[in-house]
Nanobody, 121 residues
């Protein structure tokens, strides 16, 4: 199996910064893409940023210029540097990884357990 462990969430004042990390472990042949999503109570989970193993990156419009996604393929880890945080960024942040466990099977999505980010005004 595959496990994703997130870290780095917490409470920060408006204008502050946080860095989230998500490490994948288990039986991993390759990871095609990794990403971050967020969810607030009563709303659907929404895309924050994704990064392919090619390095191609996609951001939600609401975080462009403030958040930076990166990954370390050797460590099967994805990061999210969040700057200029505002209260609208408050949510549970989830890590996603599309993991291929062998050459013979297609990638499957795996989610982390979520980490709370709270931005106070």
């Amino acid at each position: 199996q595959v496990h994703l462990v997130e870290s780095g969430g917490g409470l920060v004042q408006s204008g502050g910064s946080l860095r989230l990390s998500c490490a994948a472990s288990g039986i991993i042949f390759s990871i095609s893409h990794m990403g971050w999503y967020r969810q607030v109570p009563g709303k659907q989970r929404e895309l924050v940023a994704t990064i392919l193993n090619s390095g191609s990156i996609n951001y939600a419009d609401s975080v462009k210029g403030r958040f930076t996604i990166s990954r370390d393929n050797a460590k099967n880890t994805v990061y999210l540097q969040m700057n200029s945080l505002n209260p609208e960024d408050t949510a549970v942040y989830y890590c996603l990884a599309a993991v291929q466990q062998s050459r013979m099977v297609p990638p499957n999505p795996y989610w982390g357990q979520g980490t709370q980010v709270t931005v106070s005004s």
